[in-house]
Antibody
Framework: EVHLVVSGGGLVQPGGSLRLSCSASGFTFSGYSMHWVRQAPGKALEYVSAISNDGGSIFYADSVEGRFIISRDNSENTLYLQMSSLRVEDTAVYYC???????????????WGQGTTVSVSS | QSALTQPPSASGSPGQSVTISCTGTSSDIGVYDYVSWYQHRPGEAPKLMIYEVNKRPSGVPDRFSGSRSGNTASLTVSGLQADDEADYFCTSYAGDDNYVFGTGTKVTVL
């Protein structure tokens, strides 16, 4: 069974940094794209970032471009999201999601982790 | 990219059918065959119910079906069961490696 366990969320001041980790199991991690999706309080889900199976293709939403860095360690079956220059509007539940294919485009996502809360506040 | 529009709520009695709409644009739902639907129960991770407009993953009951007409996709749950009570949201590929999500619909089984 596929499991995605996210850690690293918490409370941070505006301008601060956090790194989210997503530990994957139950599938061949190196064969699939991975995605980050977030949901701010009272808002619709927002697609944040994605990385292809080999890390060769990366996407960032305009809202996080230049501040967030996605990466993966296929030897450790782990996905990361390094978040810097955090803003109040980055406050959200962040989900780690497995892609349906090795590429990030078109095919979408299938298995979701439980999510971790990131709160940006002074 | 604006969120896809879903009704905030939908309901039905056990055994009835409920259909949830997901309205996008000619830049997402209207042009790509990559619409997915997820079920999200409180305290649980979202679960994929439909992908590529009308395909069901293994293990999802055939009571769940998807369709699309123009810029609007729909999820129909037939033979409603108490266990179907949850939030449902849609997503569509929107081009340029981007995806857009729906606003979510809370389904209540009366």
């Amino acid at each position: 069974e596929v499991h995605l366990v996210v850690s690293g969320g918490g409370l941070v001041q505006p301008g601060g940094s956090l790194r989210l980790s997503c530990s994957a199991s139950g599938f061949t991690f190196s064969g699939y794209s991975m995605h980050w999706v977030r949901q701010a309080p009272g808002k619709a889900l927002e697609y944040v970032s994605a990385i292809s199976n080999d890390g060769g293709s990366i996407f960032y939403a305009d809202s996080v471009e230049g501040r967030f860095i996605i990466s993966r360690d296929n030897s450790e079956n782990t996905l990361y999201l390094q978040m810097s220059s955090l803003r109040v509007e980055d406050t959200a539940v962040y989900y780690c999601v497995k892609g349906q294919r090795r590429i990030t485009r078109l095919y979408g996502m299938d298995v979701w982790g439980q999510g971790t809360t990131v709160s940006v506040s002074s | 990219q604006s969120a896809l529009t879903q009704p905030p709520s939908a309901s039905g009695s056990p055994g009835q059918s409920v259909t949830i709409s997901c309205t996008g644009t000619s830049s997402d739902i209207g042009v790509y065959d990559y619409v997915s639907w997820y079920q999200h129960r409180p305290g649980e991770a979202p679960k994929l119910m439909i992908y590529e407009v009308n395909k069901r993953p293994s293990g999802v009951p055939d009571r769940f079906s998807g369709s699309r007409s123009g810029n609007t996709a729909s999820l129909t749950v037939s033979g409603l069961q108490a266990d179907d009570e949850a939030d449902y949201f849609c997503t569509s590929y929107a081009g340029d490696d981007n995806y857009v999500f729906g606003t979510g619909t809370k389904v209540t089984v009366l």
